[in-house]
């Protein structure tokens, strides 16, 4: 366990006493409050707060950063508060230690919720202070440092998240070192067989490769001696997860990458990396197409470099990153090297240093848009891995835009006008579709019509967060406009059936009441919620109908009568008995044809408007794309015994009588064949599709199972696009797998 002295020895050299007495007293502070505590690992829980308080003095932060660290777990695993915290510490201190505590006192829905909320708070927190995130990864640094001591499905759990969320946000904001560790550490938990066998291989390949490496060293140094540049070279290993992403783009071997080792020339000025570019090509051969000047386009996170690969001594392919001293640093340490909290007294952002973090407000523009979590988590995975490419506009401005963009979604980065009326594209000079990927280098131009508006197969190919939220933010809207109009249309269509007035209950307010009666909160939410068949007309008409005179005994069970026996008979005529829907009544049900549910299924709604709700099994693939708030929980309820529609594939031997063989035996189990079609083919087998008729699930399942034991059937199917077919072959003829009924 790291001592304190030891952090105070590493920031002493650039704090005051004053300072280092604050952090002293964080220390202590921490020291108390975990007192008695332990981790996983059996060390004192204070053991934690110092790795990650040490881990941010490695990055020479300020005073406040190494206070937070050591504070961090303080609010959430203590009797600790933030305002004890800000009494004793000052409102800086208190303000990153606020933005670091998870939301533990919340209650959410489900995991995946909580984690996207705790995304959040932080997203936000950094935007008004860098310093909440340097704290967040370092506390995440050390907690995959130790992860060993976790239960193998935590262990995935965390590395996972750490991939998905914390390795990105390292490399966006230039700490190298902590992502390529982090990396490293998520894939030896997610992956630890593969993990070792490149560890392995690399260990080997060093070993053997030492005299290469200072035969490339002794080259370059020679070279750069010879004409008179003062610089330094440095060779390292790659790491691991690099390689296995190298590996598996390129479909190669360890054996056949490479390039394993890179070399890093560093010199005095600018001028000097571009005279060492053009004499390390004068020696060794470049690969094409494998340049890149992040010097003059540095990337998003203020990385800036020459990489070129090269064919060096022996027909080896190595890689050579040239840059300067200031480069070199801002590469290891990025925003950490960037930020001076002296000078700004906090760590928030200048109008200047916005622009070199435009991904971070953009982030912000649609999380605040973005309600549903997994959205949320899906587009913010997307937006922090994404490589990026350099595009031009037409009076050329550099704009950063992720791998694989469209002009979709450089429309829309260029104003959000733009891109809602995006008709067509120009690219370098060439009219080009919409869905062409851009390359480094493109020029784009955007050709707009104000009568062209977003369509929903924009969203099959816009990279961006910034287009994908803003294509359905319209889409929402228009669609909430008809759905207010045709709520509207069938309010008043069943208002002059019942002799209610619509526009008049709009004028008097009795609408309104209802509304707020009934929490839709006002008329258009009322429209709206008919028009998606939320509630039905019917209900609402019922509450605007004035109240009836009280009935004698007599007329009331004459009524209770007449309402048990329309009861009875639409119970006879209606498809939808056998669906119970949650919160809505009265409304046509329909069975999707794309997977034929049946009682047993697990099964979910969806609205469609002006023809009720459709009902799919839940793993329907058209289900995927549709808009959640238009999916209801459905749920099969006391249906009568009628026949369902199911699909069946069935291979036999083609041989004399087996198509009426199986026949006789449907027939023996009650199911009736609509339909059917025959194919033989010349390996003497004859595939045979039938449209049947069952009653549910386990009827289906049963009938699969007795056919497949007919000795000229070779296997049966259940056909369903919603997903994979359930067989049964000889070895399955036995008996049903345990849950057939409830696929």
């Known amino acids: 366990m790291i001592r304190i002295n030891e952090i105070i020895d590493k920031v002493s050299g650039y704090m005051s006493e004053a300072d280092l007495d604050l952090i002293r007293k964080a220390y202590v502070f921490s020291a108390t409050a975990h007192a008695g505590q332990t981790r996983l690992s059996g060390e004192p829980y204070l053991s934690h707060p110092l790795e990650a308080a040490n881990i941010l003095a490695e990055l020479r932060l300020d005073a406040a950063t190494v206070c937070a660290g050591l504070l961090h777990d303080t609010v959430e695993d203590t009797k600790a508060t933030v305002d004890g915290i800000e009494e004793d510490f000052g409102e800086e201190v208190a303000d990153i230690v606020d933005g670091v505590t998870k939301i533990s006192q919340i209650s959410f829905e489900s995991k995946e919720e909580a984690q996207a909320e705790n995304i959040r708070k932080m997203i936000l927190a950094m935007a008004e202070d860098i310093r909440v995130v340097l704290v967040k990864l370092a506390d995440r640094l050390h907690n995959m440092r130790t992860l060993d001591y976790q239960k193998p499905a935590k262990q995935a759990l965390i590395a996972q998240e750490t991939m998905d969320i914390y390795a990105p946000l390292a490399n966006r904001l230039g700490l190298h070192r902590v992502k390529i560790e982090l990396e490293d550490l998520s894939f030896k938990y997610l992956k630890p067989e593969v993990f070792a066998q490149i560890r392995d291989g690399l260990t080997r390949h060093h070993t053997l490769g030492e005299a290469y490496i200072e035969q490339v060293i002794a080259q370059i140094n020679e070279l750069l001696a010879k004409n008179g540049i003062r610089g330094r070279i440095q060779g390292r290993k790659k790491h691991i997860f690099s390689i296995f992403n190298k590996m598996r783009q390129q479909g190669l071997s360890l054996d056949q990458v490479h390039d394993l080792i890179a070399f890093r020339v560093i010199v005095d000025g600018l001028k000097d990396c571009y005279a060492v570019l053009g004499l390390v090509h004068s020696i060794w051969k470049p690969v094409h197409g494998r340049f890149k000047d992040y010097i003059s386009m540095p990337k998003a996170n203020m990385y800036q470099s020459l990489h070129t690969t090269v064919i060096g001594p022996d027909g080896e392919r190595i890689e050579i990153q040239i840059r300067t001293e200031e480069m070199n640093r801002l590469a290891e340490e990025g925003v950490a090297a960037h930020w001076q909290y002296k000078e700004r007294g906090k760590g928030r952002f200048s109008p200047k240093d916005i622009d070199r973090f435009t991904w971070l407000r953009q982030i912000m ?179 605007l109908l004035p109240a009836r005179p009280e009935m004698t005994k007599a007329e009331a069970e004459a009524e209770a009568v007449a309402v048990a026996a329309a009861a009875a008979t639409q119970a006879k005529t209606k498809s939808s008995d056998a669906i119970r829907i949650q919160g809505v009544d009265n409304v046509l049900v329909r069975y999707a044809q794309c997977c034929n549910p049946l009682p047993g299924d697990h099964i979910v709604g969806y609205v469609s408007r002006g023809r009720g709700v459709t009902i799919h099994t839940h793993d329907c693939p058209n289900v995927q794309g549709f808009e959640p708030e238009r999916l209801l929980r459905v749920s099969w309820e006391g249906e009568e015994e009628r026949p369902y529609p199911a699909r069946m594939r069935i291979l036999a031997k083609n041989i004399k009588g087996v198509l009426g063989r199986i026949s006789v035996m449907l027939a023996a189990e009650g199911v009736n064949i609509d339909s059917g079609a025959i194919h033989s083919s010349v390996d003497g087998t004859t595939e045979i599709l039938f449209t049947v008729e069952v009653t549910d699930t386990s009827h289906l399942y049963r009938t699969i199972e007795r056919v497949s034991t007919l000795d000229e059937v070779i296997e049966v199917k259940r056909l369903a696009i919603s997903g994979p077919a359930v067989e049964y072959g000889k070895a399955e003829s036995e008996s049903l797998p345990d849950g057939a009924g409830e696929p």
């Open 365 to 543: 523009d649609w999380q605040r848009e973005l309600k549903d979590s997994r959205e949320f988590m899906a587009t913010l995975r997307i937006d922090l891995f994404q490589d990026e490419v350099y595009v031009f506009t037409p009076k050329g401005q550099v704009k950063e835009m992720p791998e694989g963009a469209t002009p979709v979604d450089f429309a829309y980065m260029i104003h959000t006008a733009v891109g809602d009326h995006c008709a067509g594209a120009k690219i370098n000079g060439r009219l080009s579709p919409l869905t062409t990927a851009l390359k480094n280098g493109d020029a784009v131009e955007i050709i707009t019509d104000a009568n062209r508006t977003p369509s929903r197969d924009w969203l099959k190919f816009v990279k961006t967060a910034k287009a994908r939220t803003r294509i359905k933010h319209w889409i929402r809207t228009e669609e909430r406009a008809r759905s207010i109009a045709l709520g509207k249309e069938m309010l008043e269509k069943q208002g002059r059936k019942d002799g209610v007035n619509i526009q008049k209950a709009i004028k008097d307010g009795s609408l309104r009441a209802v509304a707020e009666e009934m929490s839709l909160g006002g008329v258009d939410e009322l429209f709206s919620a008919v028009g998606y068949v939320r509630v039905t007309a019917k209900k609402i008409i019922g509450r």
